[in-house]
């Protein structure tokens, strides 16, 4: 599986703090080894989002994905208010 970042999340990561960029490459590494495991949450969106995938990063901050075959883009990361807007 080959992952890589927008520049749109690569610049949501840098604004976030230190916590949720700790917390975010452990779901990342578990993401790796099971993308559907039960802590990642991982579920299809809807809406204008309905073509992304998510998963829980915490309890509010929240990282989108889109997949194709076996590459994953992930496009947005911060809070369900956020990117839920």
Known sequence: MEIEFSDSFRKQYRKANKKIKTVFY???KLFRQDPY???LR???LAGKYREYR???ITGDWRAI???KDNFILFHL???HNQLYK
């Open 26 to 28: 452990q779901r990342l």
């Open 65 to 67: 994905y889109s997949q």
């Open 77 to 79: 990361l911060g809070t």
């Open 37 to 39: 495991h039960p802590l």
């Open 42 to 44: 991982n579920h299809p």
């Open 54 to 56: 998510s998963i829980n």
